[in-house]
């Protein structure tokens, strides 16, 4: 392990046109008969039993045809054939990581590991503002970048990560929280919260406290944001709190036995869904603010044509499970007021950054161009 010098201290302090928790946010771009239907108190609900497995490949089957049905289900199947098969032949290894102390104070025993990840290794506005904004809710940031981030970038980046890791894209997101977790502990112990954190999703677009007050009210245990049924009930993993020295005890070993593949199924699969199965295992609590079936109460008519006649009946996303933050990303949003957009939603999405894009009424302008921004930073066009 290589250490970088640590990030100078310099002057300048806070993004341009970056809101704080404090700032007062519109309501005004909701539609009226929709502001009503934002609950400002956020719960967490525990995750639903699983009474039966649904295969994960069934997730969203219900909004497509049989033939594009099969050339995804062959499409997963190769991918997961084809990484195993070179994971194999090259493994891969722990990769080599630089460290550098940021300019940020540590704030106590509450960490986030967040995790980043860039074609050329830019650090977008938005990032750093999310970093800011854990900062504000007592976090204090381990940033680590799974690509070669610019000098400029890593030195602003330290105005609010108190330790900064570099490391090969090896294991994703769960093999980047693997290997920074025992670094960021010689730094500042081991934590009584541990956010785990990426750059998959877009905003925040609401005010994260409530979010996280919602976490802490339910006390010990590990808390996500939304619920995804396939193959079973489970957290999805963009961002999880662990809280209490069992929760995060938990979270660890999870995270020190997970073994990196060059599969994405393969390693949602490992990670993100064996990782509630283990919490529930050891006992502890494991809920999400946005529940399924809460999410699926609030479909609203735009959605229902969007996903198709299937899904003319309330109980049908019950029968075809949906990945809420793709397929139900509006009445998240709009109705039960979940802070983010999902990345892919809006990479899948036809002109997604055009003015007329349908996420665009839903967030401010500001918000926007910081969105617009960060994904242009991802190759979007």
Same mark, same amino acid.
């Given at each position: 392990m290589k250490r970088l010098p640590n990030v100078v201290p310099r002057s300048s302090t806070l993004i341009a046109g970056q809101p704080t928790e404090t700032t007062t946010w519109p309501s005004a771009f909701l539609p009226a008969n929709d502001k009503a239907a934002v609950d400002p108190f956020y719960r967490v609900t525990p995750l639903r039993s699983a009474e039966t497995l649904i295969p994960r490949v069934l997730q969203g089957r219900g909004t497509r045809s049989a033939s594009s049905f099969v050339a995804r289900g062959v499409a997963v199947m190769a991918e997961v054939a084809g990484a195993a098969?070179?994971?194999f032949v090259w493994p891969q290894r722990v990769p080599e990581?630089?460290?550098? =102390?940021?300019?940020? !104070? +540590?704030?106590?025993?509450?960490?986030v590991l967040f995790l980043h990840w860039s074609p050329d290794g830019q650090v977008?506005? *938005?990032?750093?503002? =999310? *970093?800011?904004? %854990?900062?504000? =809710?007592?976090? #204090?940031?381990?940033?680590?970048?799974?690509?070669?981030? +610019?000098?400029?970038? %890593?030195?602003a980046v330290g105005e609010y990560a108190s330790l900064l890791i570099q490391r090969g894209n090896a294991g994703r997101d769960f093999g980047a929280w693997r290997d920074a977790y025992p670094i960021a502990t010689r730094y500042f112990g081991v934590p009584n919260e541990l956010l785990l954190a990426n750059d998959s999703v877009l905003g925040p677009v609401r005010p994260i406290a409530p979010i996280v007050e919602a976490w802490r009210r339910a006390g010990e245990g590990v808390f996500g944001m939304t619920e995804s049924m396939a193959p079973k009930p489970h957290l999805q993993s963009y961002l999880l709190l662990a809280r209490g020295e069992r929760a995060v005890g938990?979270?660890?070993r999870h995270l020190l036995r997970f073994q990196n593949s060059r599969s994405k199924w393969w390693i949602v699969r490992t990670g993100e869904i064996a990782l509630s199965s283990r919490v529930i295992a050891?006992?502890? !609590?494991?809920g999400a603010v946005f529940g399924y079936a809460e999410t699926c109460r609030a479909i609203d008519p735009v959605t229902r044509r969007e996903l198709g006649l299937r899904f003319a009946e309330d109980a049908t996303p019950q029968h075809w499970p949906l990945n809420p933050t793709i397929h139900l990303w509006r009445p998240l949003v709009e109705r039960l007021g979940f802070p983010y957009l999902k990345r892919d939603l809006l990479r899948a999405m036809p002109d997604a950054l055009a003015s007329s894009a349908p996420w665009?009424?839903?967030? #401010?302008?500001?918000?926007?161009?910081l969105i617009t921004d960060h994904l242009r930073i991802m190759g979007l066009r």
């Open positions: 098969i070179v994971d990581m630089l460290v550098a =102390q940021g300019r940020a !104070q +540590p704030l106590g025993l509450s960490m977008s506005a *938005m990032v750093r503002r =999310q *970093m800011a904004l %854990w900062r504000e =809710q007592g976090f #204090t940031v381990v940033f680590i970048s799974n690509a070669k981030v +610019p000098a400029a970038d %890593w030195d938990s979270v660890v050891d006992g502890l !609590q494991c665009r009424p839903l967030v #401010t302008n500001s918000d926007a161009a």
